[in-house]
């Protein structure tokens, strides 16, 4: 997903994240006051948990400073909300350029006259107390950008995406951990099914009345998926080892052209931060070293990896139709849900969001998330890469600028979809649609498969 969107020594495990009622219950005021403060609570978190030494440093050439992405926060909302909606006059005018996300590729960013750690947290401060004066004074109606809050939300889940780049950038950096959570809940006993079959027909995609939905989630448009089987979960990791251990990584039958050239330039053969050691595979997670779980989701893949899984399983990547219409379609009703549980905002019970966690769920956790058809963890855990390139809806309109997603538009993407353990609530819902380059590992990437169902002359699957 693009960075620049205003839309990737101890501590606590996450800031709390207030409930929020679903749109059209909630005054439009309340809710973006409690996602801003969710957000900057996290951004904080997130910040303090290290010395200054690691804010400026950078911990790999693909992720910025977290000094950067502070500033930057900071930067957006101040265009956004003082100057845009606001009307005030610009503070920092001077930094613009310097926390420009499209002029400044990261592994460049280092380089740049940045805000000392001091400074971009007051800078930053001083903005967010003048967005809540803009936030009481303004009247939530009468511009697309200023209706239910639009604006508003819109600037917390760019700070809530930069806080989950943050967390990228967290694990990616050497040394102790600094970051801690509980552990998720425990799957509950019982067998689930391996497959869900999803009937075949037509659904709603995207959406036209979920006020804060970004303009690449837009327009609602009826879709037809023929009938299809979809994993009941994500792909474990016990399941991709034994797609390692039968020589996946070596057999060039399984990989897309651009995909074997990748892992044979790099010498890729495994998902990114693991390694064998003594016939285990270990992996190191935020500063902690442990044996790879088998029955948790699989995690840092790239698309090639989770496509080249796919055939080897003898099976595909869904479409991102069919795992929205998987995710959100009620057969009963017709009718096309918020989530896959129902309207309502996702809680701790239904789905790993939020850094409430700092790892996935076992595979078959949060039964109350499960969707009509009964497939779990649709929502949460890892981002899941769909067979889709990212490409505009019919009667896509850009909105509030054609960066936020029409210059992505094409084949150099894929989608991915379900948010994951990292993401907050307010940046992920069943519509939400992420998109990243088929070569990126360091997300929080997994996936999961279908197969085409067959259908019998009566039309049964």
Same mark, same amino acid.
């Given at each position: 997903m693009s960075e620049n969107q205003p839309a990737g020594t101890a501590g606590p495990s996450r800031a709390p994240s207030p409930a929020v009622s679903p749109p059209g219950e909630a005054d439009p005021r309340i809710r973006a006051l409690d996602a801003l403060v969710a957000a900057r609570g996290r951004t904080a978190l997130l910040t303090e948990c290290v010395d200054e030494g690691e804010l400026t440093a950078q911990h790999s050439p693909l992720m910025s400073p977290l000094v950067w992405d502070l500033a930057h926060i900071g930067n957006q909302e101040e265009q956004w909300l003082l100057r845009t909606v606001g009307g005030r006059q610009a503070l920092r005018p001077d930094i613009d350029s310097v926390y420009d996300a499209f002029e400044h590729p990261r592994a460049s960013r280092p380089s740049l006259p940045l805000l000392a750690p001091a400074e971009a947290r007051s800078y930053a401060a001083d903005v967010r107390g003048r967005v809540l004066e803009v936030l009481e004074r303004t009247a939530l109606e009468g511009t697309p950008l200023v209706d239910a809050a639009f604006a508003f939300g819109m600037i917390a889940q760019h700070e809530q995406q930069h806080d989950e780049t943050m967390l990228i950038t967290h694990q990616l950096r050497r040394g102790p951990a600094a970051l801690t959570a509980p552990e998720p809940p425990d799957r509950p006993p019982g067998a689930l099914p391996a497959e869900v079959l999803v009937p075949g027909g037509p659904f709603t995609m995207g959406t036209s009345t979920e006020p804060w939905a970004l303009d690449n989630e &837009?327009?609602?448009? &009826?879709?037809?998926?023929? #009938?299809?089987?979809? *994993? !009941? !979960?994500?792909? !474990?990791?016990?399941?991709? #080892? #034994?797609?390692? *251990?039968d020589g996946g990584y070596g057999e060039r039958r399984w990989w897309a052209d651009e995909g074997w050239d990748q892992i044979r330039r790099h010498g890729i053969g495994a998902p990114l931060f693991w390694r064998r050691e003594g016939g285990a595979w270990l992996r190191r997670r935020f500063g902690v070293t442990e044996e790879v779980p088998a029955d948790e989701p699989v995690l840092h893949v790239s698309w090639y990896e989770a496509d080249a899984y796919a055939r080897w399983a003898g099976r595909r990547l869904p479409t991102e139709a069919e795992w929205e219409k998987a995710a959100r379609h009620d057969p009963e009703s017709g009718r096309s849900r918020r989530y896959p549980w129902g309207d309502a905002d996702p809680g701790p019970d239904q789905a790993n969001l939020g850094q409430r966690h700092l790892r996935p769920a076992r595979a078959g956790s949060y039964p109350a998330g499960e969707s009509p058809l009964g497939v779990r963890q649709l929502i949460g855990d890892v981002w899941e890469w769909t067979a889709s390139d990212f490409l505009p809806y019919p009667g896509f309109v850009a909105f509030p600028y054609r960066e936020y997603s029409e210059v992505f538009f094409g084949p150099a993407h894929k989608v991915l979809r379900g948010g994951a353990f990292g993401v907050d609530q307010v940046a992920c819902r069943g519509t939400f649609r992420n998109w990243d380059l088929p070569v990126r590992r360091q997300i929080f990437s997994g996936f999961r498969t279908a197969r085409d169902a067959r259908v019998r002359q009566d039309g049964a699957a």
């Amino acid at each position: 997903m693009s960075e620049n969107q205003p839309a990737g020594t101890a501590g606590p495990s996450r800031a709390p994240s207030p409930a929020v009622s679903p749109p059209g219950e909630a005054d439009p005021r309340i809710r973006a006051l409690d996602a801003l403060v969710a957000a900057r609570g996290r951004t904080a978190l997130l910040t303090e948990c290290v010395d200054e030494g690691e804010l400026t440093a950078q911990h790999s050439p693909l992720m910025s400073p977290l000094v950067w992405d502070l500033a930057h926060i900071g930067n957006q909302e101040e265009q956004w909300l003082l100057r845009t909606v606001g009307g005030r006059q610009a503070l920092r005018p001077d930094i613009d350029s310097v926390y420009d996300a499209f002029e400044h590729p990261r592994a460049s960013r280092p380089s740049l006259p940045l805000l000392a750690p001091a400074e971009a947290r007051s800078y930053a401060a001083d903005v967010r107390g003048r967005v809540l004066e803009v936030l009481e004074r303004t009247a939530l109606e009468g511009t697309p950008l200023v209706d239910a809050a639009f604006a508003f939300g819109m600037i917390a889940q760019h700070e809530q995406q930069h806080d989950e780049t943050m967390l990228i950038t967290h694990q990616l950096r050497r040394g102790p951990a600094a970051l801690t959570a509980p552990e998720p809940p425990d799957r509950p006993p019982g067998a689930l099914p391996a497959e869900v079959l999803v009937p075949g027909g037509p659904f709603t995609m995207g959406t036209s009345t979920e006020p804060w939905a970004l303009d690449n989630e &837009r327009p609602a448009h &009826r879709r037809d998926v023929p #009938a299809f089987w979809i *994993d !009941t !979960t994500p792909v !474990t990791c016990g399941a991709f #080892a #034994a797609f390692i *251990d039968d020589g996946g990584y070596g057999e060039r039958r399984w990989w897309a052209d651009e995909g074997w050239d990748q892992i044979r330039r790099h010498g890729i053969g495994a998902p990114l931060f693991w390694r064998r050691e003594g016939g285990a595979w270990l992996r190191r997670r935020f500063g902690v070293t442990e044996e790879v779980p088998a029955d948790e989701p699989v995690l840092h893949v790239s698309w090639y990896e989770a496509d080249a899984y796919a055939r080897w399983a003898g099976r595909r990547l869904p479409t991102e139709a069919e795992w929205e219409k998987a995710a959100r379609h009620d057969p009963e009703s017709g009718r096309s849900r918020r989530y896959p549980w129902g309207d309502a905002d996702p809680g701790p019970d239904q789905a790993n969001l939020g850094q409430r966690h700092l790892r996935p769920a076992r595979a078959g956790s949060y039964p109350a998330g499960e969707s009509p058809l009964g497939v779990r963890q649709l929502i949460g855990d890892v981002w899941e890469w769909t067979a889709s390139d990212f490409l505009p809806y019919p009667g896509f309109v850009a909105f509030p600028y054609r960066e936020y997603s029409e210059v992505f538009f094409g084949p150099a993407h894929k989608v991915l979809r379900g948010g994951a353990f990292g993401v907050d609530q307010v940046a992920c819902r069943g519509t939400f649609r992420n998109w990243d380059l088929p070569v990126r590992r360091q997300i929080f990437s997994g996936f999961r498969t279908a197969r085409d169902a067959r259908v019998r002359q009566d039309g049964a699957a």
